[in-house]
C-alpha cells in the first residue's frame, strides 16, 4: 500500500480539497485521498468530519451554497473537479455509483422498483426494452433479491428496508462502475441486514472489480470491509494506514478516543471515555491542531501550528507533532 | 415496600396488536411473558420489527394490550391511564426516546422542561423545582447555563443528556430507554453511556435497556431478553447469553454483530 506518486495508478486521487459554504464556513478543509484499482478504502469521522461533503463533492452533487474551493479530484487521472453538467451525467451512475445513506428517500415513492433501475440504463445504455429488462432483473439477482418480476412491479414503501437498500446498490452497480463510492448505507439497518450488506459489497468489489470508497463512522463494519482507513476530524484526515493499522496500533489520539468509544467485552460496564468531551465544532480556518484542545497529549507546538502527516510505518501516517522526527 | 428482591415488572401472556379489525388481527407481541427484578438493567434486544418498542409503549401504557397483565411493584397497571398513573405513583416509570431532536418542545427552555414533570406532580414549591432541576442538569453534566437555552442551541448528545434529566427528575424506580443512543456518534455514545453507568449509580433506578446494538447492551446491562417476532426467545444473565447462547436465532443474532469472536 505504499504511496507512489511517481506512478498514475489511482482511480481516485483527490489532491488537498477544500469546500466551503457561502458564509464562509470551513465544512472540509485540506482533504487528499486515494484509491487504487479495486481497493476498498474507508473514509471514517463522525458527524459534522466531512466526510459526506467530501463525497458529494467526488460525485459533484454538492448542495446549493457549498462549493470547492480549492484542491483537485482526478478519475483516472482526469480532473473532474469542475466538469460541465452534461460531462458529469457521464460518469455519474455510469463509471461511478453512489449508494445513498438513507434508502428510503433515494427512491421515488411513485415510480415502480424496476422502472427506477432501469432509468440508468435508459439514460446511459442505448440497449433494446429486452435487453435493459434482463439487465434489470439479473442485477436485482446479483444483490440477493428474490422474486425479481414480481419485485419490480412493487413500489419503494412496499419493501423492507434491507430490500430497498439493496435496490439502491443494484441501480449504482448496474453500470459496472469502476467507482462505488457507498455513504454510510448501513447505518439505518439492522445488524443481521448490515452483515449482509458489507458482504455483498465485498462480492461486488471483487467480482465486478469496482473500487470502493466506504464512508462510515461506524468501525465495527470498517473493520470488516475495508482495505485502508482514513480518518476524518473537522475537514482533515488525522490518520491514515491500512485497517490493521489503524485498528491494532492507532496513532493519532483522536483514532484512539473513537476505537475507545466503543464498547468492547474487556471493558464491560466501565467508563469509556478518557478523554475531553466534545466541543462545538470550529469551522474558521485551521491555524493549529483542530483537536489540541481535547488532546491529552498536547504540548505548545500544537497550538502554534497544523501539523502536517507524518510517517509511522509502511503507508501509516497520522498528522500529530509527536511523530515529528 | 416489602422485601429487597421483589419483582419490580412482571409482565404475563401479553397479547398486542396494532390491528382496527378483530377478524385480521395480526400480532406485534404474542404471549409475552417477562420478569424484571428490582435494581437491574434489562438490555432488550432485536431486529427492527421485533416489538421492542410496542413492549416499552405498553408499559409505560402509551398503547393498551389485547390481553395479559403487567404488574409494576405488584399492583396491575396495564388497564391505568396515564393520568392515574401519575396520580398512584410518585416514583414511577420514566422513558427516554432515541431521537433527542424529537423529545423536546422547541419553543420551551431546557430549564422549563425539566422542570415540567414535577410541575405536574405538585408535591414540591416552586423554588425547590427550580433548585432540583438546576441540580439534575448538573447531574447529567451540563453547566448551568444551559438552563435559560432552547433545545435547537444544544447538540444531539447535549439533548440525549437532559432527556434522561426530564426521566430521571422525578426518580423514578423504571427507566426505559428507547434506543437512547442509536442516533448519536460514537464519541458521543460513549459519553452518554459514561454518564448511564454513573446516573444509575446515583439515582437508584432499574433500567429497560432496549437496544438493536449488541454491544452497548453487553456493555451496560445485567441480564438481557431476546425478542423476536413478537416473543422472547431467550433470556438471562448477559455474559451467559452472549457466550453461550441456546437458541438458534440468538446465535444467529449474536454471531452477526461479531460479538462472538
Known amino acids: 500500500m505504499q504511496q507512489d506518486l511517481t506512478k498514475a495508478e489511482y482511480i481516485l486521487k483527490v489532491e488537498h480539497l477544500k469546500v466551503v459554504s457561502a458564509q464562509g464556513a470551513e465544512l472540509v478543509r485540506d482533504v487528499s485521498l486515494k484509491i487504487k484499482p479495486g481497493e476498498i478504502v474507508g473514509l471514517v469521522g463522525e458527524s459534522g468530519s466531512g466526510k459526506s461533503i467530501s463525497t458529494m463533492a467526488i460525485a459533484g452533487i454538492l448542495p446549493e451554497g457549498i462549493s470547492i474551493a480549492q484542491g483537485k479530484i482526478f478519475f483516472n487521472d482526469r480532473d473532474i473537479t469542475r466538469i460541465s453538467a452534461q460531462e458529469r451525467c457521464k460518469i455519474n451512475g455510469n463509471k461511478i455509483g453512489i449508494i445513498y445513506q438513507d434508502a428510503s428517500q433515494s427512491l421515488n415513492p411513485l415510480i415502480r422498483i424496476g422502472r427506477q433501475i432501469d432509468e440508468v440504463l435508459k439514460i446511459h445504455t442505448d440497449l433494446s426494452p429486452q435487453e435493459r429488462r434482463d439487465r434489470v432483473y439479473g442485477t436485482m439477482r446479483a444483490v440477493n433479491l428474490s422474486n425479481v418480476e414480481k419485485l419490480a412491479q412493487r413500489y419503494p414503501h412496499e419493501l423492507s428496508g434491507g430490500q430497498r437498500q439493496r435496490v439502491l446498490i443494484a441501480m449504482a452497480i448496474i453500470n459496472n462502475p469502476e467507482l462505488l463510492i457507498a455513504d454510510e448505507p448501513t447505518t439505518a439497518l439492522d445488524v443481521s441486514v448490515k452483515s449482509q450488506i458489507i458482504e455483498l459489497i465485498k462480492l461486488i468489489n471483487f467480482s465486478r472489480k469496482a473500487s470502493v470508497l466506504y464512508i462510515s463512522h461506524d468501525f465495527s463494519t470498517v473493520k470488516k470491509l475495508c482495505d485502508r482507513v482514513y480518518v476524518l476530524y473537522q475537514g482533515i484526515p488525522v490518520e491514515v494506514g491500512a485497517t490493521e493499522q489503524i485498528i491494532k496500533r492507532p496513532q493519532h489520539m483522536y483514532t484512539k478516543l473513537l476505537l475507545e468509544s466503543i464498547p468492547s467485552p474487556e471493558k464491560r460496564g466501565q467508563k469509556l471515555l478518557t478523554m475531553k468531551a466534545r466541543t462545538r465544532d470550529y469551522r474558521g480556518p485551521a491555524v493549529n491542531c483542530l483537536f489540541a484542545e481535547r488532546c491529552p497529549k498536547v504540548f505548545e507546538r500544537c497550538r502554534q501550528e497544523l501539523p502536517d502527516m507524518f510517517k509511522i510505518d509502511k503507508g501509516h501516517q497520522a498528522a500529530c507533532f509527536l511523530f515529528d522526527k | ?261
Open chain 2, 1 to 261: 415496600m416489602t422485601g429487597e428482591l421483589q419483582n419490580i415488572l412482571e409482565i404475563n401472556n401479553i397479547y398486542a396488536s396494532y390491528s382496527t379489525s378483530l377478524r385480521k388481527l395480526e400480532f406485534v407481541l404474542e404471549d409475552l411473558s417477562l420478569v424484571m427484578k428490582s435494581g437491574e438493567c434489562l438490555g432488550m434486544i432485536g431486529e427492527s420489527g421485533s416489538g421492542k418498542t410496542t413492549l416499552a409503549n405498553l408499559i409505560t401504557g402509551f398503547i393498551k394490550p389485547i390481553s395479559g397483565k403487567i404488574h409494576f411493584r405488584g399492583q396491575e397497571i396495564q388497564n391505568l391511564s396515564l393520568r392515574q398513573r401519575i396520580k398512584q405513583f410518585n416514583r414511577g416509570i420514566q422513558m427516554v426516546f432515541q431521537d433527542p431532536y424529537d423529545s423536546f418542545n422547541p419553543k420551551m427552555t431546557i430549564g422549563k422542561q425539566l422542570m415540567e414533570p414535577l410541575e405536574i406532580r405538585k408535591f414540591l414549591s416552586n423554588s425547590e423545582i427550580e433548585a432540583k432541576a438546576r441540580y439534575t442538569l448538573e447531574q447529567v453534566g451540563l453547566s448551568a447555563d444551559y438552563f435559560s437555552r432552547y433545545p435547537h442551541q444544544l447538540s444531539g448528545g447535549q439533548l440525549q443528556r437532559v432527556a434522561l434529566g426530564c426521566a430521571l427528575i422525578v426518580e423514578p424506580c423504571l427507566l426505559i430507554a428507547d434506543e437512547p443512543v442509536s442516533s448519536l456518534d460514537v464519541s458521543v455514545q460513549a459519553q452518554v453511556l459514561d454518564l448511564i453507568i454513573d446516573l444509575r449509580k446515583k439515582f437508584d433506578f432499574s433500567c429497560l435497556f432496549i437496544s438493536h446494538d449488541l454491544a452497548v447492551v453487553y456493555h451496560l446491562c445485567d441480564t438481557v431478553a431476546v425478542l423476536n417476532q413478537g416473543s422472547i426467545v431467550e433470556q438471562g444473565n448477559v455474559e451467559e447469553v452472549f457466550q453461550n447462547p441456546q437458541n438458534v436465532y440468538t446465535r444467529q443474532l449474536i454471531s452477526d454483530s461479531g460479538y462472538g469472536d
